[in-house]
């Protein structure tokens, strides 16, 4: 399996631009998590979603932020405006209600909003 | 206060050194305590995983939990170089894999040759 896939890696934009991140969570897992990395707050779970329905989005900074998961395969999340304190990297995980427990990540994306 | 605290270092130790990191919670719900590693511009990976109090052993590595303090610790034995990476804790109150973990702010460790 390819893992979770991520893209782009990196992403630069201006401030005001939308910025969409993209996820492919691993085929069969039901569970996918987007969460935020910084060095002053870590890791912070955005939102996360049980067989493609949101189930958790309390961790949405405010309404520029979005997600969706129109399939089992995919995920966006979506920061509309960007303002340059959204930068920071993004990580999608996924995980499966059966077997070992545990996410597995995505090698996150990159966001610097200048 | 933040429902788990993790030292975020950094901690630098000799080779061969025994390192010890650790976490604290406030939330008496968490049932299932896990490390994570996280090499430089990397996504965490799995390392320990561990249900309720009690220990787990795996090669250099053992997990231990004592829920009565609320308090985790990872041990690494004999270190080496390829260990240095940072070390997050994540726990749940979640009995199934759906549930959401809650992230330590995480320690960097560096293993000095």
């Known amino acids: 399996d390819a893992g979770v896939i991520q893209s782009p890696r990196h992403e630069v934009t201006e401030m005001g631009q939308e910025v969409t991140l993209r996820c492919k969570p691993i085929s069969g897992h039901n569970s996918l998590f987007w969460y935020r990395q910084t060095m002053m707050r870590g890791l912070e779970l955005l939102i996360y979603f049980n067989n493609n329905v949101p189930i958790d989005d309390s961790g949405m900074p405010e309404d520029r932020f979005s997600a969706k998961m129109p399939n089992a395969s995919f995920s966006t999340l979506k920061i509309q405006p960007s303002e340059p304190r959204d930068s920071a990297v993004y990580f999608c995980?996924?995980?499966?209600?059966?077997?070992?427990?545990?996410?597995?990540f995505g090698s996150g994306t990159r966001l610097t909003v200048v | 206060q933040k429902e788990v605290e993790q030292d975020p270092g950094p901690l630098s130790v000799p080779e061969g050194a025994i390192v010890s990191l650790n976490c604290t919670y406030s939330n008496s719900a968490f049932q299932y305590f896990m490390w994570y590693r996280q090499y430089s511009r990397k996504g965490p990976e799995l390392l320990m995983y561990t249900y309720s109090s009690g220990n787990k052993e795996d090669g250099r590595f053992t997990a231990q939990v004592d829920k009565s303090s609320k308090y985790i610790s990872l041990f690494i034995r004999d270190s080496q170089p390829s260990d240095s990476a940072t070390y997050l804790c994540a726990m749940s109150a979640e009995h199934n894999q759906g549930g959401k973990l809650i992230f330590g702010q995480g320690t960097e460790l560096s293993v000095k040759p």
């Open positions: 995980a996924s995980s499966s209600n059966r077997g070992n427990y545990g996410y597995t």
